[in-house]
Every structure is written in structure tokens, then in C-alpha cells.
């Protein structure tokens, strides 16, 4: 269970495209703190073509296991969150799955065929509660390489020798 909870809100850009094959793509543009009083689906502006769609809010949960995580994605300089967004038949075409701060969990997002996972950066409020809560409950953890039980060459040889006689059968 998360400690704590942090609502965002996503919008996302409908884009003309060039290609002959696909007459738009989509990108998430902004995050929004909280939850935002706008409807899922609204369209918030146009502009030379472009449409811009509050698609929905989301939480990233923080838990203690994932601190080290959390810790890197900080470290890096320029954090980032990660969105994944499914296309849909319903307008405006496409819904929010889902929002992360953890890279292996925004990593896990793009084991679905169809979604699409970019990232943003992540807003300075968001970087402090992020930070906040690692330096209170990151806890190191020794890495501890396991060690595979070592094959018994007598029982593998002995496979090779049924398999050899249950050919000649």
C-alpha cells in the first residue's frame, strides 16, 4: 500500500500528420496538479491545427520499496514521469492508463502493444514531495547475488543416455 498518494492531471496534444499512412499522433504535453475540474475528453484550446485534450488525472503512488528508484530517477538531473495512453474509439481517441515516478513501473508501461509511454519532466512541486519522501523512508539494501545450485553431471549424462535409448525403441 502507498504511503502517499500524489494526483496529477494529464493533457495531451493531437497533432496533424504528414505521413500518408496516419492523419494525426498524439503527445502528452503538460501535467496539471491535483485534480482539475475539467471532464476527461475536454478540449482545453486549438491552435494551427493542433488540439489540446485534458485527458484525465492519475496517481503516482509512492512506497518504500520502490525509494531507490525514486532516488535515481532524481538523480539524474532532469526527473521525469512517465504516461501511458491508450487510443480509444471514444472521443477524443485516446485515455490515460496510467502515471509514474518510478522508472521501473513507467518501464512496465510499454509492455502493452498499442500504448503509447512518453515522458515529462517532472514539475518542481512533484521533485520536492518526491524527494521529501525518500530522504524519510529510503532504507539501503545489500544486493545479494544468488547462487544457482551447481548441476549434477552424473544425472544430466544419465538424461542423455534414456533419451539416446528411447530413439532406438
Known sequence: MAIETIT???VAERRP???RWVDHSWAPVALL???PAAAPGTLLGEEQGRQRYYLGSGEIGLF???TANLRENLETGQPRVWIALRPTDSPP???LI???ADPAEGESFSEVPGDLVETL??????VDRVAAFVAANHVERPFFKRRRDRADPESLAQRRRR????DES
Open 121 to 126: 519532466p517532472m514539475p518542481p512541486a512533484l
Open 98 to 100: 496510467g502515471i509514474a
Open 163 to 166: 533419451s539416446t535409448e528411447d
Open 8 to 10: 496529477l492531471g494529464v
Open 64 to 66: 518504500p520499496s520502490d
Open 17 to 19: 500528420s504528414d505521413n
Open 33 to 35: 496538479p491535483g485534480l
Open 93 to 95: 481517441g485516446l485515455k
